[in-house]
């Protein structure tokens, strides 16, 4: 009896972290007006699988996971970044998913910063920092304040956490808006 009743609990928790643990977009849009959206590649890329299977420790075909990325110059230099948003049970929790923003170095990428708590959209603004355009992502859960929190580059990288970033007005945002995608089992590419 007291398996059974383990057995059952285990697979309430685990249908609740599947339904909570993928967030979507965020649902506040009302004053985006100056936003222009962009859709996420639809192309497998080797080379990005590589580079986010090292980072995270995951397993080709075993670990449930989906990707998502855009190609955009983040730093004027006429080479665009990538930013990769990750969904998945090893990559994603109730806050948010992981992303990854890689630069390409010598023909390869190279892991230029890690986020966790990713929400999509990301936002990427026309002002910079550092030489570097600043990112937005949503935020909230956690008893965190709902926002759009501002991540801006240190001369290194990125914050890894937006959460703990300021928040911004959302009439005072303006850029592209990437990875501009519904998530949903069936979209995305499989890893």
């Given at each position: ?116 708590l990713v929400r999509i959209p ?38 890894s956490n937006p959460s703990v ?27």
């Open positions: 009896m007291i398996r059974k009743k383990c057995c059952v609990g285990l697979f309430f928790a685990l249908l609740l972290f599947m339904n909570n643990a993928y967030p979507v977009q965020a649902e506040q849009e009302t004053n985006l007006n100056e936003v222009t959206y962009l859709k996420s590649e639809t192309k497998k890329d080797a080379a990005i699988e590589k580079v986010f299977a090292k980072e995270f420790g995951l397993k080709k075909g075993t670990d449930s996971i989906r990707y998502y990325y855009n190609k955009i110059d983040l730093n004027d230099d006429q080479i665009p970044e990538t930013f990769v948003y990750l969904v998945g049970p090893m990559v994603c929790g109730t806050g948010g998913c992981s992303g990854l923003l890689l630069e390409e170095k010598d023909g390869d990428y190279i892991v230029k910063s890690r986020f966790s990301v936002l990427i603004q026309n002002e910079t920092t550092n030489g570097w355009k600043n990112i937005v992502m949503y935020v909230e859960g956690g008893g965190v304040e709902p926002g759009y929190h501002q991540l801006k580059f240190d001369g290194e990288n990125y914050p970033q300021p928040i911004l007005e959302e009439d005072k945002i303006k850029g592209i808006r990437i990875i501009n995608d519904e998530v949903a089992e069936d979209t995305g590419i499989v890893f």
